[in-house]
């Protein structure tokens, strides 16, 4: 079908389809301004969607996009649990359970409300955020020490919580009576409802406007032209099977490995990620729901294949996701979650970035091919501090500059620095100020996190570099965690992987004594005591005024052969204290002194490079090098926490010595 | 002197007209333009300047020597940040946190594209960057006290780098600012020829980011302003001008060009805010109390609300889509749908307009000048709406006929529709993209449009106002008299502003030192006001403070009294009315009941009234006088779906008070206006075109028929919302 074949005209569906972005769109306009939650404000941490009367996708303003699969689901849920004359006009349901409506974790609360026009259903609203705690064992609900799902959080299954426009007080009270900030968090939800009430005016407006026929003709061709589109970009690829894996690492309390498995198939018209043989679900948070699995293959597809088309089921209808029961992506009960999304998710989104960059980079479109990157860190680094302020009142700090990863490489620049994760578009830090004046710290540096993107003709972007001491607090305690530790971010094409995340803690480092001396220290190395490396997830660490926490978030992988990179930006970022002027010469071969690029020093050591690279041992016609990642990545100035198993393969180009591809490798023990 | 003899001029640099408007004593306006000079912007300003003396009737010199108030809007510093051509700048800033403007808070936005998601450019390189050894902590104790040759250290390492300009940026520099005091008054007293930017002086205001950004751009655009406003003031006293030239500035409202030196970047967008106080004037002339302006130009339409002949302002500006500031200026929303935006199909083989534009050059296909892609005014063109001997009075003819190709192979051809579809796609696409703007700064900030008239300026909107208007809710379309140099003309009507924040934190008990604030800043702005000439009695004095409830991230302003004893019950009282604000804004039920109510930062704006020259209405008659058409053209009507032939009119033939029933097509030397069917158009007693929908005043229109339930449906506690 082309446009020209339609019966409808595309101008006036277009026109339409626009009205309707622009109602999901002013859905968040609502929660953004009526909100009180940094996360919902700063970290634009939520999603609204409108679907059809089935729950099928019509419009998402995707400010996350890996809740697509979600939305879906809460409908279509609430639609099996609740009989069809219970349902009314002014009813609202509440939802945030990963195991029934799909959620990511417990702490993102939907709100569904059904929107009416005269007794027909014609359309449902969501609206969800990340809340700042729904009870459970762990402030703020992420619950790492948790071994089953039923201690992690209240669990809301598509319930009512308003009725034909009245509150249902007991629902409320039971909410209230189970969370740690009732205030903040049922403020937030009134803020939900506030969007989807207007959802519901807007969406009556439409109708009236084009008619109820009209309307749901209108919304089915959109679906048909996004669903035509994506079929006709699929078929650009070039057919076949292709199989990426990515390791999902430390559960909460076990420091085990977790593979997640993606096969993808194209097939014509069709695209098929099969996560079938990924780990078995495990007993700590990190497990995903099949519904944010799919968000999660969404994720990446949205952005480097379908990064101009519209988003609604059209857009998915080409595109499968299996996953098996059981599995660490397809979570059954009672394994808990409450991680979920943030450690196997962003795996899945890793894995099918690198399947995309691969199958994309062989398309004859240009922009498909141009639209390829590697993978990002995809690590949100989270740092719980808890301690009293100066008047004894205990304030939780949680660092949102946790979202601090490098972006994967693209073939048109680098990766961005400071990106976040892939899927939350609209990330941003919060300023030093305003996290020194809400909680008791003092920061001592915030930087750019040097060598970590990974090297490339395009590098990946950097992450971050932060160190803080208690301040005007007698001290508290530290939770940490992350997710990509010990299995650094892939390269695409010959780039290099990122560097990974960590943080320390140095307890004894005398940091108010520093300063009170007129130092302000600059380095692991100006403190008074060791550093103690801490784990991928780690708990209940005592912080006292003078200890320093340190944050460094890894980069994303870079992209292509870095002896391809231009000196002058390799020169740059040294200049920038971006790179180290050894990591500019063993990584990029280029030699830089006083900020500029020796031209004949660099052709020599590329050419050194290229030499031993020619050196390597042969296997299947190219020349190899293998060993354990970490020493490798150390030698290139960079980093991962060192784990037997997980190693390292650079490929050459026998006769050219160019870098065709590398590869992390973790072993089935490891 | 005799009022005969008295002029007030305003002039409007745009990036490719030069736009000039006089007043004199009898109310007579008289405007002209000349082309952009942008290597440098007084040749083109003097050009423009001979021309509407031509017009007067005098010698430049005299006109010049007789002119009472003459105002300037510049792109300057708008061209200086888009272009990324300025000062080379140093920043000095606190040990541990020179990365800060390449970590941008993480520099992510709403696009989907990660072509569009990259580093952002550096307006200062890292190596320019200097860390200092000093810090000041949340309570302003110096924590680590900044040393005299830690200071010294720094600033001759920075000009060592050959540095024009430098920025002074510290943390919490602004609750203490001692130590960039220091830093700055080691740079003034060693190197006076080095322009100076100090965070604590230009927004003394808590956000480091925003604040060194702004401070940076700032520096940036200094030399260049201070070159221009230099220039233009010497040129202009060369040839007999005996008043000082004042600036415009984002904000809306002037100052002068020792002040504009001093915060180049407040300059910034001053074009798109005359326009919008242009339009207040109008308003505030024709009694209408609420507006959308709109403002269509070569790559952009530009939309504004005045709610009370009101302009909203915007805090916190983002510039180029990339810079985060902490500029307020007048709220506009700008979009890429202009006379050059280019169509084109998508690849689910949907017509898209925007926001690629054809610009100025190669232009679009009609203009003959190279383009090749279809435009907005290449449909205009094709559907019959521009007369191709006539267009610009004359001064460009339109080649229709290459238009008609272009839209056939990339628009119709693709659509299987014949070319004049084709161009009613494009029309159509780009009249909803418009609507959808006007929508978003009413609809969805709770104004209802049926209540709002548009003021319609910028040579393309002619055409389109009517048709935007109706999809939109709008009964009334005001093209005003001299809609194509209408920026130029609301340069007139700016009053002088100065305006400064501060931060100011308090939860209730003392509230000396807010009150010690605010009578600073209003004794420094009121000082230079008197200072550029005005006295006591036209100063008008505004405070404000930025209130929000506890634990959340924005503010809201809320008016303070302005008085020498302000009291603990004067800001309780501020608080007690920030509930009913914060509902207005945000919809009833979502206040924050129970959460307490913190004031975060004061900001003093001061006005210094100027009154301006009011042009003479012309004579009304009893009845309508007679109009007659001039000819007839054939149009293909968008949203009609079909051609009609459409009556000619003479726009400056029309006599004040003469009326014009659609459908019909008014010809006027600089903009064409289209009155669709169901719309009557009245030329009033200043020669504005009033445009009034007579179709659908009994039955409002569906887009705008909920913006009155808004308020209550937000709420979840309400019954029913709205069924």
Redesign the interface.
């Known amino acids: 079908m ?4 339609l019966a409808d005209d ?2 006036t ?3 339409f389809s ?2 309707l972005q ?1 109602i999901a769109h ?1 859905m968040g ?2 929660m953004m ?2 909100s ?1 939650s ?1 996360v919902i ?2 970290a634009v941490d939520f999603s609204t969607f409108i679907s059809d009367a089935e729950g099928d996708i019509v419009c998402y303003a ?1 400010y996350i ?1 890996l809740y697509m699969g979600t939305a879906r689901q809460a409908v279509k849920h609430i639609l099996k649990t609740t009989p069809r004359e219970d349902i009314h ?2 009813d ?1 349901f509440i939802c945030n359970d990963p195991f029934t409506t799909g959620n990511a974790h417990q702490v993102d609360v939907g709100v569904v409300r059904p929107i ?1 026009i005269g007794d027909e259903i014609v359309a449902w609203c969501w609206s969800e955020a990340h809340v700042n705690d729904f009870g459970g064992f762990a402030p703020g609900s992420m619950a790492p020490m948790a071994t089953e799902t039923y201690g992690e959080a209240l669990r809301l299954p598509g319930v009512k919580i ?1 009725s ?4 249902i007080d007991d629902i409320w009270r039971i909410i209230e009576t189970n969370i740690r900030v009732p ?2 968090v049922l ?1 937030d939800i ?2 939900f ?2 969007a989807c ?2 959802c ?3 969406i ?3 109708v ?2 084009y008619g109820l026929d009209t309307y749901k003709r209108y919304i089915e061709v959109a679906k048909d ?2 669903a ?2 994506v079929r ?2 699929i078929s650009e690829l070039p057919n076949g099977v292709y199989t990426a894996v990515e390791y999902e690492e430390h559960n909460g309390h076990t420091n085990d490995i977790y593979p997640v498995k993606c096969t993808m198939t194209v097939e014509d018209e069709k695209l098929t990620f099969d996560f079938t043989e990924s780990a078995p679900q495990t007993d700590g948070f990190v497990n995903c729901s099949a519904a944010i699995t799919l968000g999660c293959v969404a994720s990446p597809l ?3 294949l379908f ?4 988003i609604n089921q059209g857009t998915l209808r080409p595109i499968e996701v299996i996953t098996k029961p059981g599995t660490i992506c397809d979570v059954q009960m009672p394994a808990p979650v409450s991680s979920g999304h943030l450690e196997t998710g962003l795996r899945v989104c890793r894995a099918v970035t690198r399947l995309l960059g691969e199958v994309q980079a062989k398309a004859a479109d240009p922009f498909i091919r ?2 390829v ?1 590697a993978t990002w860190q995809d690590s949100w680094c989270a740092g719980f501090f808890y301690a009293p302020d100066e008047n004894g009142a205990l304030v939780p700090f949680p660092d949102m500059n946790g ?2 990863g490098g ?1 994967g490489a ?1 073939p ?3 990766g ?5 994760a892939l899927a ?11 996290n ?2 809400a909680y008791p710290i ?7 996190n040097q060598n970590s993107g990974g090297p490339g003709k395009y590098r990946g ?1 950097t992450g ?1 570099d932060l160190a803080w001491t208690p ?2 607090t007698t001290g508290g305690q530290e939770h940490t965690m992350l997710s990509c530790w010990q299995v650094p971010p892939n390269g695409a094409f010959g780039g290099y992987p990122g560097t990974s995340s960590r943080f320390t803690l140095t307890n004894g480092a005398g940091a108010d004594k520093a ?1 009170a001396e ?3 220290p ?1 380095s692991l190395a100006e403190l008074d005591a060791e550093p103690q490396a801490l784990q991928g997830k780690q708990f209940g660490m005592i912080v006292l005024p003078g200890d320093v926490v340190t944050l460094r978030s890894g980069g994303g992988g870079g992209y292509g052969d870095p002896l391809e990179r231009e000196p002058e930006l390799v020169a ?1 970022d040294v ?4 790179l180290t002027t050894h990591a500019a010469e063993v990584s990029y071969g280029v030699v830089v002194a006083d ?1 500029v690029a020796n031209e004949a020093a660099t052709a020599a050591a590329r050419d050194r490079i290229r030499t031993e690279r020619r050196s390597w041992a042969r296997e299947d016609g190219l020349a190899v090098r293998r060993g354990p990642a970490s020493e490798r990545l150390v030698e290139l100035g960079q980093w991962c926490s060192p784990r037997e198993g997980v190693t390292f393969a650079e490929f050459a180009d026998p006769e050219t010595g160019a870098l065709v591809r590398t590869e992390v490798l973790v072993a089935e023990d490891a | 002197m005799s009022p005969l003899v008295e002029y007030q001029i305003g002039c409007d640099i745009g990036g490719t007209f030069t736009d000039v408007t006089a007043v004199d004593g009898t109310g007579t306006v008289y405007s002209d333009k000349s082309d952009t000079t942008p290597h440098d912007l007084s040749i083109g300003l003097l050009a423009a300047l001979q021309n509407l003396a031509g017009r007067i009737g005098s010698d430049l010199s005299d006109v010049l020597a007789h002119t009472t108030r003459f105002v300037n809007g510049t792109t300057v510093v708008t061209n200086s940040v888009a272009e990324l051509r300025g000062a080379k700048v140093g920043l000095l800033t606190t040990k541990g946190f020179g990365d800060s403007l390449l970590i941008a808070r993480s520099a992510r936005n709403a696009h989907r594209d990660h072509h569009k998601q990259l580093n952002l450019p550096q307006i200062v390189p890292r190596e320019r960057v200097v860390e200092v050894t000093e810090r000041i902590d949340k309570k302003g104790s110096r924590v680590v006290p900044l040393t005299e040759t830690e200071a010294r250290g720094a600033v001759d390492e920075l000009v060592g780098s050959g540095v024009e300009a430098i920025a002074i940026s510290l943390l919490w520099g602004f609750l203490e600012p001692a130590h960039e005091e220091m830093l700055a008054s080691i740079v003034e007293k060693e190197h006076p020829e080095i322009f100076v930017s100090v965070a604590s002086r230009l927004h003394p205001v808590i956000r480091e980011y925003e604040r060194t950004m702004t401070t940076v751009l700032n520096a940036f655009t200094g030399l260049r302003v201070a070159e221009y406003t230099g220039r233009i003031e010497r040129e202009l006293a060369d040839r007999g001008l005996r008043v000082p030239v004042a600036f415009m500035q984002g904000f809306g409202g002037t100052l002068s060009a020792e002040e504009a030196r001093d915060k180049p970047i407040t300059l910034i967008d001053s074009g798109p805010a005359g326009g919008v106080i242009g339009s207040q004037a109008l308003a505030r002339r024709l009694g209408i109390t609420d507006v959308v302006t709109a403002d269509m130009g070569g790559t952009s339409f530009d939309v504004s609300v005045l709610q009370g002949t009101k302009p909203l302002v915007t805090e916190r500006v983002m510039l180029r889509d990339q810079f985060l500031t902490a500029l307020s200026k007048i709220d506009v929303l700008p979009i890429g749908a202009g006379g050059g935006s280019i169509a084109w199909i998508d690849a689910r083989g949907i017509p898209q307009v925007g926001p690629h534009s054809a610009g100025a050059e190669p232009g679009p296909v009609c203009y003959g000048k190279g383009g090749s892609l279809p435009t907005v005014t290449d449909a205009s063109a094709v559907l019959g709406f521009l007369d191709p001997k006539a267009f610009l009075g004359g001064r460009r003819e339109l080649s229709v006929e290459p238009a008609r190709e272009a839209i056939e192979r990339e628009v119709a051809k693709p659509l299987g529709v014949d070319a004049v579809r084709g161009a009613a796609a494009i029309y159509r696409m780009v009249t909803a993209n418009m609507s959808n703007a006007v929508r978003t700064v009413t609809v969805e900030r709770g104004h209802d449009p049926r209540t709002f008239a548009m003021v319609a300026y910028g040579g393309a909107l002619g055409i389109f106002g009517a048709d935007i208007a109706r999809t939109a809710g709008i009964k009334t379309v005001v093209i005003p008299a001299g809609a194509a140099v209408f920026s130029a003309y609301g340069l007139l009507n700016s009053d002088d502003v100065r305006t400064q924040a501060r931060s100011a934190a308090w939860a209730g008990g003392d509230v000396s030192h807010v009150a010690a604030g605010l009578r600073e800043l209003d004794g420094r702005l009121v000082g230079a006001l008197k200072a550029a000439g005005h006295a006591d009695d036209q100063i008008e004095v505004e405070w404000e403070g930025e209130f929000k409830y506890l634990g959340q991230q924005w503010e809201l302003p809320v008016r303070i009294p302005r008085k020498a004893d302000l009291t603990e019950a004067d800001l309780e009282a501020a608080q007690a009315e920030f509930p009913a604000l914060y509902e207005a804004e945000y919809g009833s039920g979502t206040a924050w009941t129970g959460a307490p109510i913190v004031l975060m930062s004061i900001r003093v704006t001061a006005t210094g009234k100027v009154a301006a020259l009011e042009p003479k209405p012309a004579e009304l008659p009893a009845t309508p006088p007679a109009v007659e058409p001039i000819g007839s053209r054939t149009v293909f009507l968008p949203l009609v779906g079909e051609e009609t032939e459409l009556k000619v009119y003479d726009a400056v033939a029309a006599p004040a008070g003469s009326e014009i029933a659609g459908p019909a097509v008014v010809d006027h030397p600089l903009t064409t206006i289209q009155v669709p069917p169901g719309w009557r158009l009245r030329v009033d007693e200043w020669s504005n075109y009033v445009l009034t929908d007579t179709a659908s005043s009994t039955a409002p229109s569906t887009a705008s028929s909920t913006a009155s339930s808004t308020a209550s449906s937000t709420a979840p506690t309400t019954e029913g919302a709205s069924q």
Not at chain 1, 164 to 167: A, E, F, L, R, S
Request: proline content about 6%; charged content about 25%; aromatic content about 6%.
């Open positions: 082309t446009t020209a074949e595309p101008v569906i277009e026109i626009k009205a622009n002013e306009v609502v301004r009526a009180g940094p404000a700063e995707g996009t006009p002014g609202v009416f308003v034909q426009g009245k509150i205030d903040i403020g009134r803020c409802i506030a009430n207007r519901d005016d807007r009556n407006a439409l009236a406007e032209l996004a035509q589109a006709s970009r949205l952005m480097t990064p101009d088309l519209p141009d639209h990157m979202g601090s972006a693209q048109i620049g680098d961005m620095d400071v990106g976040g939350q578009p609209q990330n941003s830090l919060p300023d030093i100020e305003i020194e004046f003092l920061y001592l540096w915030r930087r750019l972007g971050l301040w005007y300063l007129g130092r302000i600059a740059a200049r920038a204290g971006i900020g």
